[in-house]
């Protein structure tokens, strides 16, 4: 199944539309022992805005003044309000530098081209909020198609095969408004042309060759990511061909060893 996707300057791009946790009312405390009932409207470095219940009136108070606890609570809510607002991107790159391979062989009857690549996904997450983002895990699934290029293979759209790799990625810190790159651990994607030629001979005695061509070459065309926190899944991500489901993606098997992100520029 195809996953629509936007595709402009060579660069696909889809955003996260995570609708952010409910406002929760609770007892703040303040050092001195006085306590205030209400939710967290927003909050900086400093300063937490809390609107009162039951008369909703909106006061500004420093986080130092409040418990221990409560600064807690202020520092999970600036993460959870800013992990909801991640707006995900990821282009292809061709692996550079020596990943290219090219094999010829030819016979009296045989020829044979073949060539690999590697390929990867740089993906991009950015922060669209003030508060930074930290002790985010990316999981990935990305698919490799192998397409049959033969005649009367429809415009080469009959699919021989497909194959997935995944891994781990720990993110970087997102700073306010900034971006951070990870990627993708690199996979090969192959062609393969092959021609071979037979001759044989009519009940006349008339010498007849037949040549026929094997082609198929693959691609990779898809990919899966789900961000967790800990180990709760904050969202799911697709792009391109859906790698289908993954027991990785799904928090319902243990991630690889992580090698570690790259990270990008914001």
């Not at 969202?235 to 992580?258: E, H, S």
Request: net charge positive; hydrophobic share 35%; glycine share 8%.
């Amino acid at each position: 199944m195809k996953i629509p996707n936007l595709l402009w300057a060579g660069v696909l791009f889809l955003s996260l539309a995570v609708p952010l946790p409910l406002a929760v009312a609770r007892t703040f405390t303040a050092a001195d022992g006085r306590t205030l009932e209400g939710e967290i409207v927003d909050a900086g470095d400093v300063q937490v805005t809390i609107r009162r219940t039951p008369d909703d009136k909106i006061l500004n108070l420093a986080i130092a003044n409040l418990s221990n606890q409560d600064q807690e609570e202020i520092v999970k809510w600036r993460a959870s309000r800013a992990s909801n607002k991640i707006i995900l991107s990821a282009t292809k790159n061709k692996v550079p530098t020596g990943a290219k391979t090219k094999n010829k062989q030819e016979t009296a009857n045989l020829k044979v081209n073949a060539k690999s690549e590697m390929w990867c996904w740089t993906i991009t997450l950015k922060n669209a909020t003030k508060h930074p983002v930290e002790g985010l895990e990316l999981r990935y699934s990305q698919l490799v198609e192998c397409k049959d290029r033969n005649q009367g293979a429809a415009r080469g759209t009959a699919k021989k095969e497909s194959r997935r790799g995944g891994g781990t990625l720990k993110v970087p810190p997102i700073a306010p408004f900034g971006s951070v790159t990870v990627q993708t651990d690199g996979i090969v994607v192959q062609a393969l042309q092959a021609t071979s030629a037979s001759t044989s001979r009519t009940s006349g005695g008339e010498r007849v060759t037949t040549v026929s061509t094997t082609k198929w070459d693959e691609s990779l065309s898809g990919l899966g990511v789900s961000l967790f926190r800990g180990p709760d899944c904050i969202t799911k991500w697709k792009m391109g061909t859906d790698p289908g489901p993954d027991p990785l993606l799904d928090g319902k098997a243990n991630p690889p060893a992580a090698p570690g992100a790259k990270p990008g520029t914001p």
